[in-house]
């Protein structure tokens, strides 16, 4: 079950979020902050259209979008003093919140269940494909597969790629001026998955 959500206000002191992209990866998050391995039921990921430099201008960002009972996107949950959630929804601005009922969310460990989770979605007012005025940014993906690959390993990666939708929209390659704003420095070895991962689903990349 999911519910909209736009309230900030809350008789509890903190809440959990799921997080699907960049927030996998520890370094776009507070240093003091723990997450716990966790699985969305019924849902995919795919690129959409989501930042507007101007109508003509912009960028795809992940969102989820609802599938078949069997769908499953393997994230993480992370708990949040509530002081805090304007913040989050602010960096989340692209995306509405939305309300996640525990009957969807399964986490990897051993943990007590957070109950109902928030989960962000990209507005309904862009949830279309990209183009190349609208593409995915390179220094985007890296970040999100860097997360992928700390949490989950190399089988991490290969199951996003595939649980995710909108591999054919053009990628920018912006890896040496990122256009990301949480854009990370990746080794030499993470740069050569990345490189195969988006070879694997025969995405295809641009230069400015």
């Not at 809440?15 to 960049?22: D, K, R, V």
């Not at 995919?44 to 609802?66: D, F, H, K, M, Y």
């Not at 279309?128 to 597969?145: A, E, K, N, Q, T």
């Not at 990666?157 to 040496?176: A, E, K, N």
Request: include cysteine; charged fraction near 25%.
């Amino acid at each position: 079950m999911t519910t909209a959500d736009t309230a900030t206000g809350s008789g509890a002191e903190s809440f959990h979020y799921f997080g699907y992209g960049s927030l996998v990866n520890a370094a776009t998050r507070p240093q003091s902050q723990t997450v716990i391995p966790a699985r969305l039921h019924g849902f995919r990921r795919a690129w959409r259209v989501s930042s507007r430099r101007s109508l003509l201008s912009g960028n795809c960002s992940l969102t989820i979008i609802e599938a078949g009972p069997d769908a499953v996107v393997k994230g993480v949950v992370a708990r949040e003093e509530r002081a805090h959630l304007a913040t989050l929804d602010k960096r989340e601005r692209h995306y509405d919140r939305l309300t996640v009922g525990p009957d969807l969310v399964a986490l990897e460990a051993d943990h007590a269940h957070p109950g109902e989770t928030y989960v962000y979605r990209v507005k309904r007012r862009n949830d279309r494909y990209g183009s190349h005025r609208f593409p995915i940014l390179l220094s985007y993906v890296d970040c999100v597969l860097q997360g992928y690959h700390a949490v989950y390993g190399e089988a991490g990666v290969r199951d996003f790629m595939q649980s995710t939708d909108g591999w054919h929209v053009p990628i920018l390659d912006d890896r040496d001026a990122p256009r990301y704003p949480r854009a990370q420095t990746l080794t030499s070895q993470e740069r050569a998955l990345v490189d195969d991962a988006l070879a694997s689903v025969g995405a295809s990349r641009f230069t400015a």
